[in-house]
């Protein structure tokens, strides 16, 4: 709806009622007793004066003789004297009877009935015009709310959303007011941030989730690599070969520095790392605990023959945290047993180390935080985190138990 039909409709009724009081006040002006019926009621009293069943009655009056004293009235409430009929401006005529006076006769204008007829038909009149008005401009108001206070609003809320960084919630595209044009415009704008800001996260996820997998993946040939310098160190009796592997020895603790540095840093901002598990033969798990078990402490273990779900690099990032957390806090010899339990593969890996205190337990599997026994042994509270993350991720779940002596982890794979 457009505001000229109710600018118009507005003024029309302003001047409907300026034309109504104009009616009124000459209404009013007008208002006086018909002197036909006045001649007709005399020459009835005149003529027929003494018999006052003869009388005309058309009209309200009071006969009174010279002396004031009342002969006739057409009904009680009149005005029974000159003096009253002057107050309420009544019509007093002198009463001829054969060309003599006989007293007076007063006639009742009923001034303030016929102005409160007139009253009446007034608060009608305005009532109407002030109820139409009031209808205008109610309607007026839900049509400027509606086409310009609500979307306004609407525009105003969208912007601080976008501004705070909200951009899932789309702008409702309505072209019924005045900001129709601008929704749509609005919309893709927020919808192209969106694209923009995602593109960017994704970017910068897939560098930091790049950065940490290698940081985290160089862990384990520098241990090898450390453990190998520390056998060669051992056994050689070669002063220059010792000192040879004893350099060897000091860079990969220099390298594992530098990539812990790293990968904490780079696992601080990352949101979520990405996890492709499909259904695949257990013979590969047998593997991938070789490949975690560097220094051969597992023993001989099987693995029960099925399908099982999993991301093949995911779980060898589990059970390289799981062996490297065991060589560092227990080091001691390690047991793998395997077996199927309802929907599930469990691998379990246990040592004889110390374990950790029972109310630790549920913490350990946060980010950074690592158990009280981890006394002076770098690391940086992730390892465990990461696992139960993977695992999560693969539709399955990580179990952490204290032995006696010793600690487990259980790894529980969906199988088909």
């Not at 002057?86 to 054969?98: M, P």
């Not at 001691?332 to 309802?342: D, Q």
Request: net charge neutral; hydrophobic share 40%.
């Amino acid at each position: 709806m457009k505001k000229a039909p109710f600018i118009l409709i507005l003024v029309l009724t302003f001047i409907a009622e300026a034309l109504a009081c104009y009616f009124m006040l000459t209404k009013i002006k007008d208002i006086k007793t018909d002197p036909v019926k006045v001649n007709e009621c005399m020459y009835s009293i005149s003529e027929n004066y003494g018999d006052t069943s003869k009388y005309n009655r058309q009209l309200d009056y009071v006969v009174i003789d010279n002396n004031g004293k009342l002969i006739f009235k057409t009904r009680d409430g009149l005005s029974e004297s000159i003096n009253e009929a002057i107050k309420t401006r009544g019509l007093v005529l002198d009463l001829e009877v054969g060309g003599k006076p006989e007293g007076k006769v007063i006639f009742d204008y009923s001034m303030d009935e016929q102005l409160e007829v007139v009253k009446k038909d007034m608060i009608m009149l305005f009532s109407v015009i002030g109820v139409l008005q009031i209808v205008i401009i109610v309607a007026w108001y839900i049509y400027i709310k509606r086409s310009v206070i609500t979307p306004f609003k609407n525009l105003n809320s969208f912007a601080a959303r976008v501004a705070e960084g909200n951009l899932d919630i789309p702008l409702t595209m309505d072209k019924g007011h005045v900001f129709g044009a601008f929704t749509e415009s609005f919309d893709l704008m927020r919808s192209e941030l969106k694209k923009a800001r995602l593109a960017e996260k994704k970017a910068a996820d897939d560098k930091k989730e790049m950065v940490a997998k290698l940081s985290h993946d160089i862990k384990t040939p520098v241990a090898s690599i450390k453990s190998t310098s520390e056998i060669g160190m051992a056994i050689t009796k070669e002063e220059r070969t010792k000192e040879m592997f004893g350099v060897i020895d000091s860079k990969t603790d220099q390298i594992k520095s530098l990539v812990d540095n790293l990968f904490t840093s780079s696992i601080q901002d990352i949101t979520e790392i990405e996890v492709n598990p499909s259904m695949q033969s257990s013979d590969i798990i047998a593997l991938l605990i070789k490949n975690s078990d560097y220094l051969s402490r597992a023993g001989e273990y099987k693995i029960p023959e099925c399908n099982a779900f999993f991301d093949k690099l995911r779980l060898q990032q589990v059970f390289d945290n799981i062996f490297m957390n065991s060589y560092k806090y227990a080091d001691t010899k390690m047991k793998v047993n395997a077996e199927l339990s309802g929907d599930y593969l469990v691998i379990r890996v246990s040592d004889e180390g110390p374990g950790v205190k029972e109310e630790e337990l549920p913490l350990i599997r946060e980010k950074y935080k690592r158990g009280s026994n981890a006394g002076g042994n770098d690391g940086a509270g992730l390892g465990l985190y990461l696992t139960d993350y993977f695992m999560e991720k693969m539709d399955g779940k990580m179990g952490l138990k204290n032995l006696s002596p010793g600690f487990e982890v259980s790894v529980y794979l969906r199988v088909s």
